[in-house]
């Protein structure tokens, strides 16, 4: 069964810095793409960032140049480095695996528990 472990979020001042960090599961065998999704209260949930492995980073419109999404293959860990934060950021935000599990040739979509970012004064 795999799992996605989220941590790193909490209540942060506008214009400052959080760091989330992903972990999944060593029961999947292969990444192909890692993300991270968030959700404000009221509103659909929404891309922050995503990268396909081999691939280019996307990034939604409102993160450019604030965000950054990298990754730790060895240790099937994604991170979202979060600068300059806005009250606007203010959501819970889900980590996003795309993999197979051990055994299995299917390819699917795993997610993690989420974890709130607070952005206010």
């Known amino acids: 069964q795999v799992q996605l472990v989220e941590s790193g979020g909490g209540l942060v001042q506008p214009g400052g810095s959080l760091r989330l960090s992903c972990a999944a599961s060593?029961?999947?065998?292969?990444?192909?793409?890692m993300g991270w999704y968030r959700q404000a209260p009221g509103k659909e949930r929404e891309l922050v960032a995503r990268i396909v492995s081999g691939g280019t980073p996307n990034y939604a419109d409102s993160v450019k140049g604030r965000f950054t999404i990298s990754r730790d293959n060895a240790k099937k860990t994604v991170y979202l480095e979060m600068n300059s934060l806005q009250p606007e950021d203010t959501a819970v935000y889900y980590c996003?695996?795309?993999?197979?599990?051990?055994?299995?040739?299917?390819?699917?979509?795993?997610w993690g528990q989420g974890t709130q970012v607070t952005v206010s004064s």
């Open positions: 996003y695996m795309q993999g197979t599990a051990w055994g299995k040739i299917s390819v699917t979509d795993y």
């Open positions: 060593r029961s999947i065998f292969g990444i192909n793409a």
